[in-house]
Protein backbone atom coordinates (compact mmCIF):
# COMPACT_ATOMS: atom_id res chain seq x y z
CA UNK A 1 0.00 0.00 0.00
CA UNK A 2 3.03 2.37 0.58
CA UNK A 3 4.25 2.29 -2.77
CA UNK A 4 1.21 3.04 -4.58
CA UNK A 5 0.68 6.06 -2.28
CA UNK A 6 4.05 7.05 -2.96
CA UNK A 7 3.17 7.22 -6.99
CA UNK A 8 2.94 10.45 -8.10
CA UNK A 9 0.06 11.47 -10.23
CA UNK A 10 1.74 14.02 -12.45
CA UNK A 11 4.49 11.66 -12.96
CA UNK A 12 2.00 9.66 -14.25
CA UNK A 13 0.59 12.17 -16.38
CA UNK A 14 3.94 13.10 -17.56
CA UNK A 15 4.39 9.54 -18.27
CA UNK A 16 1.35 8.90 -20.48
CA UNK A 17 1.58 12.55 -22.63
CA UNK A 18 5.53 11.02 -23.49
CA UNK A 19 3.96 7.93 -24.85
CA UNK A 20 1.44 9.75 -26.33
CA UNK A 21 3.90 11.85 -28.34
CA UNK A 22 6.43 9.26 -29.52
CA UNK A 23 3.45 7.33 -30.89
CA UNK A 24 2.65 10.70 -32.39
CA UNK A 25 6.06 11.20 -34.05
CA UNK A 26 6.25 7.25 -34.68
CA UNK A 27 2.92 7.60 -36.80
CA UNK A 28 4.26 10.44 -38.97
CA UNK A 29 7.59 8.39 -39.50
CA UNK A 30 5.54 5.36 -40.82
CA UNK A 31 3.97 8.19 -42.92
CA UNK A 32 7.00 9.13 -44.87
CA UNK A 33 8.82 6.07 -44.18
CA UNK A 34 5.56 4.28 -46.32
CA UNK A 35 5.85 7.16 -48.66
CA UNK A 36 9.72 6.65 -49.57
CA UNK A 37 9.72 3.11 -49.66
CA UNK A 38 6.88 3.27 -53.12
CA UNK A 39 9.44 5.49 -54.89
CA UNK A 40 11.18 3.66 -57.18
CA UNK A 41 15.02 3.23 -58.42
CA UNK A 42 14.09 6.22 -61.50
CA UNK A 43 12.78 8.55 -58.90
CA UNK A 44 15.22 8.00 -56.15
CA UNK A 45 17.96 8.91 -58.78
CA UNK A 46 15.96 11.89 -60.11
CA UNK A 47 15.42 13.01 -56.50
CA UNK A 48 19.16 12.93 -55.46
CA UNK A 49 19.92 15.14 -59.10
CA UNK A 50 16.68 17.57 -58.02
CA UNK A 51 19.53 18.12 -55.15
CA UNK A 52 22.00 18.62 -56.65
CA UNK A 53 20.63 21.31 -59.12
CA UNK A 54 19.35 23.00 -56.08
CA UNK A 55 22.78 23.47 -54.62
CA UNK A 56 24.55 26.09 -55.35
CA UNK A 57 27.79 24.24 -57.27
CA UNK A 58 25.73 23.29 -59.76
CA UNK A 59 25.25 26.68 -60.95
CA UNK A 60 28.83 26.72 -60.79
CA UNK A 61 29.82 24.23 -62.68
CA UNK A 62 27.27 25.93 -65.47
CA UNK A 63 28.83 28.55 -65.33
CA UNK A 64 32.42 27.48 -65.78
CA UNK A 65 31.65 25.14 -68.52
CA UNK A 66 30.08 28.13 -70.41
CA UNK A 67 33.70 30.12 -69.29
CA UNK A 68 35.94 27.71 -70.61
CA UNK A 69 34.19 26.68 -73.82
CA UNK A 70 33.77 30.26 -74.80
CA UNK A 71 37.07 30.82 -73.77
CA UNK A 72 38.42 27.76 -75.81
CA UNK A 73 36.75 28.57 -78.63
CA UNK A 74 38.14 32.26 -78.87
CA UNK A 75 42.33 30.86 -77.98
CA UNK A 76 41.80 28.50 -80.87
CA UNK A 77 42.88 31.03 -84.06
CA UNK A 78 45.50 32.21 -81.73
CA UNK A 79 47.30 28.50 -82.64
CA UNK A 80 46.34 28.16 -86.18
CA UNK A 81 43.22 25.54 -84.80
CA UNK A 82 39.27 25.61 -85.93
CA UNK A 83 37.13 26.37 -84.17
CA UNK A 84 34.99 23.46 -82.98
CA UNK A 85 31.75 26.13 -82.81
CA UNK A 86 32.59 29.85 -83.62
CA UNK A 87 30.33 32.63 -82.45
CA UNK A 88 27.92 33.08 -81.82
CA UNK A 89 28.12 29.62 -80.08
CA UNK A 90 25.19 27.67 -81.54
CA UNK A 91 26.55 24.78 -80.62
CA UNK A 92 26.12 26.01 -77.03
CA UNK A 93 23.02 27.14 -77.19
CA UNK A 94 21.75 23.88 -78.13
CA UNK A 95 23.80 22.28 -75.21
CA UNK A 96 22.46 24.66 -72.24
CA UNK A 97 19.06 24.25 -74.02
CA UNK A 98 19.00 20.82 -73.48
CA UNK A 99 20.27 21.07 -70.26
CA UNK A 100 17.65 23.45 -69.47
CA UNK A 101 15.27 20.61 -70.39
CA UNK A 102 16.54 18.22 -68.76
CA UNK A 103 16.72 20.46 -65.71
CA UNK A 104 12.94 21.52 -65.71
CA UNK A 105 11.78 18.07 -66.31
CA UNK A 106 13.45 16.90 -63.36
CA UNK A 107 12.04 19.60 -60.90
CA UNK A 108 8.54 19.03 -62.42
CA UNK A 109 9.02 15.31 -61.84
CA UNK A 110 9.47 15.67 -58.19
CA UNK A 111 7.36 18.87 -58.05
CA UNK A 112 4.36 16.15 -58.74
CA UNK A 113 5.62 13.56 -56.54
CA UNK A 114 5.27 16.49 -53.70
CA UNK A 115 2.44 17.59 -54.74
CA UNK A 116 0.71 14.16 -54.49
CA UNK A 117 2.28 13.85 -51.21
CA UNK A 118 1.12 16.90 -49.39
CA UNK A 119 -2.35 16.60 -51.01
CA UNK A 120 -1.99 13.01 -49.04
CA UNK A 121 -1.16 15.27 -45.91
CA UNK A 122 -4.19 17.93 -46.81
CA UNK A 123 -6.71 15.03 -46.75
CA UNK A 124 -5.05 13.70 -43.16
CA UNK A 125 -5.72 17.41 -42.05
CA UNK A 126 -8.58 17.52 -42.99
CA UNK A 127 -10.00 14.14 -41.56
CA UNK A 128 -8.21 14.96 -38.54
CA UNK A 129 -9.85 18.95 -37.61
CA UNK A 130 -13.78 17.22 -38.95
CA UNK A 131 -13.22 14.30 -36.25
CA UNK A 132 -11.90 16.89 -33.52
CA UNK A 133 -14.69 19.20 -34.29
CA UNK A 134 -16.77 16.39 -34.24
CA UNK A 135 -15.09 15.70 -30.53
CA UNK A 136 -15.77 19.38 -29.47
CA UNK A 137 -19.28 19.52 -30.35
CA UNK A 138 -19.99 15.84 -28.33
CA UNK A 139 -18.10 17.76 -25.16
CA UNK A 140 -20.23 20.83 -25.53
CA UNK A 141 -23.38 18.40 -26.04
CA UNK A 142 -22.24 16.28 -22.57
CA UNK A 143 -21.46 20.20 -21.03
CA UNK A 144 -24.96 21.23 -21.86
CA UNK A 145 -26.70 17.89 -20.16
CA UNK A 146 -24.16 18.11 -17.17
CA UNK A 147 -26.00 22.11 -16.94
CA UNK A 148 -29.53 20.69 -16.94
CA UNK A 149 -29.24 17.98 -14.48
CA UNK A 150 -27.05 20.34 -11.65
CA UNK A 151 -29.72 21.71 -9.74
CA UNK A 152 -27.45 24.72 -8.39
CA UNK A 153 -27.15 25.76 -12.12
CA UNK A 154 -29.79 28.21 -13.20
CA UNK A 155 -30.96 26.74 -16.37
CA UNK A 156 -31.00 29.61 -19.30
CA UNK A 157 -31.32 28.86 -22.99
CA UNK A 158 -28.10 29.36 -25.13
CA UNK A 159 -28.72 29.28 -28.73
CA UNK A 160 -25.06 29.39 -29.53
CA UNK A 161 -24.58 26.29 -27.25
CA UNK A 162 -27.46 24.89 -29.08
CA UNK A 163 -26.05 25.36 -32.57
CA UNK A 164 -22.11 24.53 -31.43
CA UNK A 165 -23.22 20.95 -29.98
CA UNK A 166 -23.89 19.92 -33.67
CA UNK A 167 -21.34 18.98 -35.45
CA UNK A 168 -21.15 19.76 -39.08
CA UNK A 169 -22.14 17.84 -42.33
CA UNK A 170 -18.49 17.86 -44.01
CA UNK A 171 -20.63 17.70 -47.39
CA UNK A 172 -22.76 21.07 -47.01
CA UNK A 173 -19.48 22.79 -45.99
CA UNK A 174 -18.03 22.13 -49.29
CA UNK A 175 -21.83 22.64 -51.15
CA UNK A 176 -21.37 26.09 -49.47
CA UNK A 177 -17.63 26.29 -50.30
CA UNK A 178 -18.40 25.88 -53.78
CA UNK A 179 -21.26 28.08 -53.87
CA UNK A 180 -19.51 30.98 -52.50
CA UNK A 181 -16.46 30.60 -54.75
CA UNK A 182 -18.87 30.68 -57.91
CA UNK A 183 -20.93 33.92 -56.34
CA UNK A 184 -17.43 35.52 -55.84
CA UNK A 185 -15.71 34.60 -59.09
CA UNK A 186 -19.48 35.96 -60.86
CA UNK A 187 -19.53 38.89 -58.75
CA UNK A 188 -15.77 39.86 -59.80
CA UNK A 189 -16.30 39.75 -62.99
CA UNK A 190 -18.95 41.45 -63.56
CA UNK A 191 -17.34 44.23 -61.38
CA UNK A 192 -13.93 43.98 -63.75
CA UNK A 193 -16.56 44.68 -66.77
CA UNK A 194 -16.51 48.21 -67.94
CA UNK A 195 -17.87 49.97 -70.57
CA UNK A 196 -16.12 52.36 -72.49
CA UNK A 197 -15.95 54.75 -75.45
CA UNK A 198 -13.98 55.02 -78.71
CA UNK A 199 -11.22 57.25 -76.99
CA UNK A 200 -10.66 54.49 -73.82
CA UNK A 201 -12.69 56.44 -71.17
CA UNK A 202 -15.02 54.36 -68.66
CA UNK A 203 -18.02 55.84 -69.42
CA UNK A 204 -19.77 53.27 -66.16
Known amino acids: MR ?7 E ?12 QNIEAVLDFYAREEGKMTLAQRILERINCFIGEPIFLALILCFVVIWIAVNCLLPYYS ?25 IVLSNQNRLAKLEEQRAHLD ?4 LLTEQKT ?15 NVRNRPDSQAAELKRAMNPSQVLAALDERVETDSSGQATSNTQVVDVDGHKIV
Open 3 to 9: EHSNINP
Open 126 to 129: LKVN
Open 81 to 105: LVQFDPPPFHFLQGVIGLLALLTAT
Open 137 to 151: AKMIDLLEELRFDLP
Open 11 to 22: KIADSSEHQQIN
